[in-house]
C-alpha cells in the first residue's frame, strides 16, 4: 500500500473545509427562477449540440476511413442526434422527479 504524502493530505483537508464553507452559504443563498432556467437552457443546448457534434465527428473520420463520404456522416449525425434528445429526456425526467419530492 502506498503512503500518502502529508502536503496531499493538507491539500485535501483544505479542500474539503471549502467545500463545506460553500455548502453552508449555498444553502442560504436561493437560486432565482433566472439562473434556474438559464442553467437548464444551456445545459439542454449543449446536450443536443455535443451529440450531434460528435455524431458527425465520428461519421466524418468514418467516411475518410472507408472512403463512403458522406453516407456514414448523415448516418452518425442522425444517431448524435437521437442520443443528444435521449440525455435531454434523461435530464428532463431526473428534474421532474426532484421537484416531486
Do not use: C
Not at 449525425?77 to 440525455?87: C, E, P
Amino acid at each position: 500500500m502506498t503512503k500518502i504524502p502529508d502536503d496531499i493530505k493538507e491539500l485535501d483537508k483544505r479542500i474539503n473545509g471549502l467545500k463545506a464553507k460553500e455548502a453552508v452559504f449555498r444553502k442560504h443563498k436561493k437560486e432565482t427562477e433566472f439562473s434556474y432556467a438559464s442553467k437548464t437552457g444551456f445545459r439542454v443546448g449543449s446536450e443536443l449540440l455535443s451529440g450531434v457534434l460528435v455524431g458527425t465527428a465520428i461519421g466524418y473520420f468514418l467516411d475518410t476511413l472507408f472512403d463512403t463520404k458522406p453516407w456514414l456522416m448523415v448516418v452518425f449525425l442522425f444517431l448524435g442526434g437521437a442520443a443528444g434528445i435521449l440525455n435531454v429526456y434523461r435530464f428532463v425526467q431526473n428534474e421532474a422527479e426532484k421537484n416531486k419530492e
